[in-house]
């Protein structure tokens, strides 16, 4: 939910009608007040998650934002946590935010491209949250061939993702009209915004994600409940590096 502290209906427009990096420049201030920043109940479920696939030693929060994912990581890993973006200014409030915590590794904070990392071998545990509707679908393999080769050997990448709106429903229909939305604003618009919520399929990302290499699981969130045909409202993807 939007509140009163955070952006006007005016800086929401400004940000969409920017690139998405100078968008989340825009936003970083009070990106932590807007619904964007992942919840801290799917963070809690994913950390509960992962925690029995572990013990990791060093993590990557990709496309960090803020720094959702790097709490998490903070928690989970033992040596060294590294968020990565490709925004300066979500990065600035991400290294303001950590600045003096204590209670688990510090976190290094590098701007960079997720479709070009600059890691090899350097992780065990990869995880990433709310950030995938930002790639087009053509993108996908090389981000995760990013992801792969910034693992080492046997380290693992993790993401949660909701199963889809049941067609017809009130979310199915609200999806459907910010994807129209943001489709016509780029078809009149430059630079494009890029951020569609029915591009990140998960037969498709699980397609993507084998032929990269990776070996996959999918661990049900069991806190988001069932769907009414007994599947997970929530998965965990689990992608094991070979
Ligand atoms: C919706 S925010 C999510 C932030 C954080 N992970 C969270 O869950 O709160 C998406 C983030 O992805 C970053 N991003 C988008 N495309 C990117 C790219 N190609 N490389 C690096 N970061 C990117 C944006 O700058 C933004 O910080």
Redesign the pocket.
């Known amino acids: 939910m939007f509140t009163h502290e955070g952006p006007t209906l005016r800086e929401l427009a400004v940000q969409a009608f920017s690139s998405?990096?100078r968008g989340?420049d825009l936003l970083a201030p009070k990106f932590d007040l807007t619904p964007?920043?992942?919840p801290d109940r799917v963070l809690e479920a994913v950390a509960d998650a992962v925690r029995p696939l572990g013990p990791f030693d060093r993590g990557l929060?990709v496309?960090?934002?803020?720094g959702?994912?790097v709490g998490v990581l903070r928690r989970l890993c033992r040596e060294r946590v590294t968020g990565?973006?490709?925004?300066a200014g979500?990065l600035g409030v991400a290294r303001a935010a950590y600045a003096g915590h204590t209670g688990g590794p510090a976190a290094d904070w590098v701007r960079?491209?997720?479709?070009a990392l600059p890691f090899r071998g350097a992780f065990d545990l990869a995880l990433?949250?709310?950030?995938f509707g930002?790639?087009l679908p053509d993108e996908r393999p090389g981000l995760f061939g990013q992801v792969y080769e910034a693992l080492r050997p046997g380290g693992q990448f993790v993401f949660p993702v909701a199963a889809p709106p049941a067609v017809g429903s009130r979310a199915y229909w609200s999806l459907l009209g910010f994807d129209v939305a943001m489709r016509a604003r780029n078809a009149l618009w430059r630079p494009p915004f890029v951020m569609y919520y029915r591009t990140f399929p998960l037969a498709g990302v699980v397609d993507d994600l084998v032929r990269t290499g990776f070996a996959v699981r999918l661990l049900p969130l069991e806190e988001f409940g069932r769907r009414p045909d007994g599947s997970p409202r929530a998965r965990l993807v689990v992608a094991a590096r070979g």
């Open positions: 998405t990096m989340y964007y920043r992942t929060d496309c960090c934002g803020t959702a994912g990565v973006d490709f925004s979500m960079a491209d997720a479709l990433s949250f709310g950030a930002h790639f």
